[in-house]
């Protein structure tokens, strides 16, 4: 099994995308429908699902659209800068918009307490908060966010890393999603495999990215290793 870091997976997307020309939302899409597949829908009805504004939030946010015109109950939260979404997460939100798929926006304490609702009644949970784009520590509201989830989740399943988990050492950023399963897109991650408390089950799910992407990428960084020793 090839195991890998989020730099080479941020590398491997953006050859797919930028050099073989697969569009984002593409991959984005298949990513929705590799995370569906996972989920026993004839048993699981209700659905809370979290999303940031970056492209994990995008993931969920497509995976969120595929279970409502499958007539699922899907109660969508965001958190994060609306004026700061990227690209594809914010054409699937245009999407949804369309759809009259609503969603609650998490921008005080107070919203706390509808998603406090949402998770009591919900079959299951969609953590797509980060991904393999955290930066920094989790504070304020995404930290109370992730502990709300945490405590009223029945079961959490995580898109592509445990939000608030760094993939490349298993470390906890402030504090994790604590799932019973994580999909994890294109290959494994290094810090995935030091923390199986938040990732639970991890399943490594293929979501388009040519074979030629990983290829490139890891030759690259192998010969940069060896002109630097
Ligand atoms: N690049 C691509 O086109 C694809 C990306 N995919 C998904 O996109 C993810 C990566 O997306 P991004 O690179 O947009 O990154 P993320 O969506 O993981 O996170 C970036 C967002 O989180 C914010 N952020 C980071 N650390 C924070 C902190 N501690 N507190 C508060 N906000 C914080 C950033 O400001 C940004 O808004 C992958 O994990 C995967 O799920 C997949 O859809 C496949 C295609
Ligand atoms: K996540």
Known sequence: ????????????????????????????????????????????????????????????????????????????????????????????????????????????????????????NSDLTIDAIFGIGITREVGGLFHKTIDTINKYSTQTLAVDIPSGLDGNTGNVLGISIKAYKTITFHHMKKGLLKNKDCTGEIVVEDIGIPDKATKVIIENNNSQDKQST
Not at 9 to 27: E, Q, R, W
Request: glycine fraction near 8%; proline fraction near 1%; charge should be negative.
């Open 1 to 120: 099994m090839l195991i890998i870091n989020c730099d080479e997976m941020k590398a491997m997307d953006s050859y797919a995308i930028n050099n073989i020309g697969i569009p984002g939302i593409v991959l984005m899409e298949n990513a929705a429908h590799r995370v569906l597949t996972n989920i026993d829908l004839d048993n699981t009805n209700s659905f809370t699902i979290v999303c940031g504004v970056g492209n994990n939030g995008g993931d969920g946010l497509a995976i969120a659209r595929n279970l409502s015109l499958k007539y699922k109950e899907v109660n969508l939260f965001i958190i994060g800068d609306l004026n700061k979404g990227t690209q594809n997460f914010n054409t699937n939100l245009n999407i949804l918009n369309n759809l009259g798929v609503k969603f609650t926006h998490i921008a005080t304490d107070e919203d706390l307490t509808q998603l406090k609702d949402s998770l009591n």
